[in-house]
């Protein structure tokens, strides 16, 4: 089990749904759709091992288990749709400042000294995506990223994702757009009656 | 030389619960909402200190480690059980009761231990005229400093579960992740106890020394043991607050490092 590069997912079960398999290989990208309190959050949140849940996954072969709780997450990062911030400035949530990304969601390096306060809800989802690929995860689980945001914003969000996919980040993508799916190239899982499963778009 | 104690007569404390039927009347015509608790708490004290005052008789005629023990491990327990009760969160299970319990036992326990083994020396060392005093008074003040510490701690992880969690999902150790929280409740509970030294002597005469005095005691004999007592409280407030923040936050999370809010009621 599990000696293929990227995330394998194998049984996992978390309160109202189960993800039988899925395999991500460095570079691949899975959407998961489904209808809204069906479990697409929890399933994502299970695979980044933050609640209670069975079953095991493996990154690069290796089982989650061998990983402590905070090292499988910096590499398996879990991407909420409105993730908090607890600093005064945006800087201080960054682990490094990316001028490409930045520029690509819209944003100059000054957003760095931005104050939380004043983000709406699209900048702080599309720095929450920022935020997160600054710390060069292995896999990314995005829940919604592009909810709240415009055409032109998502074609932005997915541009920085394809980015990094192609060096090498699998992504798993919660969305309720089939051509988003199309777009991403991506395996496209549905939900349905608490198992996830591969569909035909 | 030392001078006698004025013994107080019925009438003096009829005269002062007097006073707080007095405070009471006014407080219910006013329709401030303290009446009934004040009363209540009022009677309290009454009944609790003319039984604890019957309870050290009988123990300073029975001297004996046994007794002196069993009075400990009843303090003890009743302190815990009070840090439970001013918990807004508390930990189910045992938890609840034991997390509290276990941290005034740790501190309280060994700095009394240490003070009358090492600092006061009374024959023999459990000598129950030093010991019950000052374990109360470590129990008292340790049991405020965990109880508001601990009320902070699980109250602020509950208020800031988003960003402990995002925290947590962005890769950083629990105990990173956790830190403001633990902070904070680190300084709930030692701020009462910083702030009583700074001000003591002049803004309040600390009640352990007012009490030596008004027994005919000499002022700087009465100085020099309060200092010890306050000294040894805020090392049993800070310890015994220290291993509370440091048990209730590593009870937070599992060993996955997951928040973990359903193991509080």
Redesign the interface.
Known sequence: MGTEAGLIVDDLRCVVATWPRLAVPPGGCATLAGPSGSGKSRLLRAI?????HEGEAYLDGTPRAAF????W???V????AD????AERVGDHLAAIEPDTLATLGFDTDVADWSVRRLSTGERSRLGLA??VA?R?RVLLLDEPTANLDDATTEAVERVVQARREAGLAAVWVTHDPAQARRLEAQPFTLHDGTAREAQL | MTPEIIELQPLDLALAGGLIIVLAALARAGRLGVARSLLIAAARTVVQLLLVGLVLETLFANATLYWVALMGSVMLLVAGREVMARQKRRFTGFWGFGLGTAAMFLSSFSVAVLALVALVQPEPWYQPQYAIPLLGMLLGNTMNGVALAVDRLTDGAWQ?R??I??????????NVAVE?VRRDAMRSGMIPMINAMAAAGIVSLPGMMTGQILAGAPPLEAVKYQVLIMLLITVGTGFGTLAAVWLAARRLF???????LDRLT
């Open positions: 980044a091992d933050l609640d209670p402590a709780g905070h090292t997450r910096q590499a990062i879990y991407l909420p993730g908090a911030w607890w935020r997160a710390l995860p | 800031q988003d960003v969690e995002t925290r947590l999902a962005l890769g950083e150790p629990w403001q599992d060993e996955r490092e997951r928040l973990r």
